[in-house]
């Protein structure tokens, strides 16, 4: 998502380098930038792939002799430092969150040569400090959103509860919502929630729903297009994540969900740590709460509800969030930043 989106909006001549997928071909024609993509990587040789990339990547920037290289993913930053030191150009490394604690020998190395590192919150930014980043050269770009529409579809007649998210990672909170949603039917004994996502949590989502009696009152959609997802935010009142601190020390980076679920004019409940800081406004746009706490979780909930007037408040305040932090804006900061880190190099403008 923000790799494509910056490439929509970063002005100038650009040179992607990335793996394949189904229907790329559909998403490059309507690019300005050139795109290079090579096989999908196989999980089973991640290794090789990320290598083969790194690879292309070197073998273009040689050909095309770029001005700079912004480098999306820790795990990429090999190629772009042999591109810093067969071409003498700077590169911009991104940090995102739970994706260094992968790689934490190989993100300090990283993050020690760039020129400059874009966090997307002040909680991946306390992260790359962590790992050697120079403090001056860090910069935070908060992610985009693409501009909210008109509302495709009623609010439901339901109180209805809405989370989008892959069911991969405990730290997300399924489960801790799980064990609010019996203090919210206590309340609310109308509500329902409406899962959307897929991941290897799903089926034990599933069966702890069925062995506590909520199977009636939790829609698991697994994956569905961007068309039905946005029904769904169009049709649901409050906006759920509550994700917490991995066991790592990882987390959410951001939550661009919790933008998307603000274009749509949603409320937001969110965990009181990590990117969600960043994306929340506490009482403006939403309310964060202790993730791990799940009567905390059911009292937000219930209460937005509860409370229709400021439930529409803070949805509203989102909706305007929303459409000041767009893709285009976001783009402009970065293409400013690759910008500067060139001049500072005297290698003119790009």
Not at 70 to 81: E, F, I, K, R, W
Not at 120 to 128: E, P, Q, V
Not at 287 to 308: E, F, M, Q, Y
Not at 321 to 342: D, N
């Amino acid at each position: 998502m923000l790799a494509h989106r910056l490439v929509v909006h970063l002005p100038g001549p650009t040179l992607v380098i990335t793996t394949d997928l189904q229907g790329a071909d559909v998403v490059d024609q309507n690019l300005a930038a050139h795109v290079r993509r090579i096989s999908p990587i196989v999980p089973s040789q991640r290794a090789v792939g990320i290598a083969a990339l790194s690879g292309v990547a070197v073998t273009q920037a040689y050909r095309s002799r770029p001005d700079v290289v912004l480098n999306l993913h820790v795990v990429t930053s090999p190629g772009a430092m042999a591109i810093t030191r067969l071409l003498d150009v700077p590169y911009v490394q991104y940090v995102y969150a739970e994706e260094v604690l992968d790689r934490p020998w190989l993100t300090r190395l990283a993050l020690r040569r760039a020129s400059a590192v874009v966090t997307i919150s002040d909680f991946g930014r306390n992260l790359a400090l962590g790992y050697g980043a120079v403090p001056h050269r860090v910069r935070r770009v908060l992610c985009g959103v693409d501009p909210p529409g008109p509302a495709g579809s009623p609010r439901s007649p339901e109180p209805t509860i809405v989370t989008v998210s892959r069911i991969a990672d405990r730290y997300k909170g399924h489960d801790v919502m799980l064990r609010a949603l019996p203090l919210i039917l206590s309340r609310v004994p109308s509500a329902r929630w409406v899962v959307i996502g897929d991941g290897p949590l799903l089926s034990e989502h599933r069966r702890v729903a069925t062995a506590t009696g909520l199977a009636d009152r939790i829609a698991f959609l697994g994956a569905v297009d961007d068309l039905e997802r946005d029904h769904w935010l169009d049709r649901a009142h409050v906006f759920v994540m509550v994700s917490r601190l991995s066991e790592r020390g990882g987390g959410e980076g951001f939550g661009l969900t919790y933008l998307e679920a603000g274009a749509h004019g949603l409320p937001v409940v969110a965990g009181a740590v990590g990117g969600a800081l960043d994306a929340v406004q506490h009482d403006v746009t939403g309310v964060l709460v202790d993730p791990a706490d799940p009567r905390a979780v059911a009292d937000a909930v219930s209460g937005l509800l509860l409370d229709p007037a400021r439930a529409e408040a803070l949805g509203k305040a989102g909706r305007r969030r929303a459409e000041a932090l767009s893709w285009a804006s976001t783009a402009a900061e970065v293409h400013r930043l690759l910008k500067s880190v060139v001049e500072e190099r005297g290698m003119g403008s790009t």
